[in-house]
């Protein structure tokens, strides 16, 4: 069992960078997944990005390659999302999550544990 708290959302301007973090508080082996999904009012929750655990191997959805970075700090159990040039869209409660999977998934269903959420405002 895997406890997930997501830190670091905020209120940013267009342009601007944040970073998001994920705490993994439970044990997390090296096969699982790892991933960021955001969720904006009246959508569905929508894939951001995905690392495995112990390769760090990377995955983005199309709208935020060459923005954002996925990446693993293994040492302190966390998931962060560096945020670059930040625009209106991206606006969106962010939801990490984790999974026993051997392969990189983007459907949510997928995913066994989910952090509570993190909302990123961005202004234009």
């Known amino acids: 069992q895997v406890q997930l708290v997501e830190s670091g959302g905020g209120v940013v301007q267009a342009g601007g960078s944040r970073r998001l973090s994920c705490a993994a508080s439970?044990?997390?082996?090296?096969?699982?997944?790892m991933g960021w999904f955001r969720q904006a009012p009246g959508t569905d929750r929508e894939f951001v990005a995905a690392?495995?655990?112990?390769?760090?191997?990377?995955s983005y959805t199309d709208s935020v390659k060459g923005r954002f970075t996925v990446s693993t700090n293994n040492a302190k159990n966390a998931l962060i999302l560096q945020m670059n040039n930040l625009k209106p869209e991206d606006t969106a409660v962010y939801y990490c999550?984790?999974?026993?999977?051997?392969?990189?998934?983007?459907?949510?269903?997928?995913?066994?544990?989910w952090g509570q959420g993190t909302q990123v405002t961005v202004s234009s």
């Open positions: 439970g044990p997390v082996f090296s096969r699982y997944r």
């Open positions: 999550a984790a999974g026993m999977l051997s392969y990189t998934s983007s459907r949510p269903n997928d995913y066994n544990y």
């Open positions: 690392s495995r655990w112990s390769s760090g191997t990377t």
